[in-house]
């Protein structure tokens, strides 16, 4: 069974960069059967897609935050990492990492979530 795991610091600064990686275990991230995403959800607000990256590596961005994120990986590690650029007080969120299949009609396995606050 996959399970996935978000980690990174609770707190950060305005215009600085937030930086999160998923660890999975039980699956592996270049699986040509399933795509991994990026999603939060701030206060008040419903779920935001951030990005999907493929098997392959290929990555689809939110076209909303495309200009301040960025999405790699480490396959000898199995993890994959989100980093947002400058961000501000309204990228306080809990953000999730997820899988989901290749027809992208849903997420099937999610990771715990973790808080971000942005703030000075």
């Known amino acids: 069974q996959v399970q996935l795991q978000e980690s990174g610091p609770g707190l950060v600064k305005p215009s600085q960069t937030l930086s999160l990686t998923c660890t999975v275990s039980?699956?592996?991230?270049?699986?040509?059967?399933?795509?991994w995403s990026w999603i939060r959800q701030t206060p008040g607000e419903g779920l935001e897609w951030i990005a999907t990256?493929?098997?392959?590596?290929?990555?689809y961005y939110s076209p909303s935050l495309k200009s301040r994120t960025s999405i790699s990986r480490d396959t000898s590690k199995n993890h994959f990492t989100l980093q947002l650029n400058f961000v501000t007080p309204e990228d306080t969120a809990v953000y999730y990492c997820?899988?989901?299949?290749?027809?992208?009609?849903?997420?099937?396995?999610w990771g715990q979530g973790t808080q971000v606050t942005v703030s000075s």
């Open positions: 997820a899988r989901e299949g290749t027809d992208w009609a849903n997420f099937d396995s």
């Open positions: 039980g699956g592996s991230i270049t699986t040509t059967a399933y795509y």
């Open positions: 990256m493929t098997g392959a590596g290929y990555v």
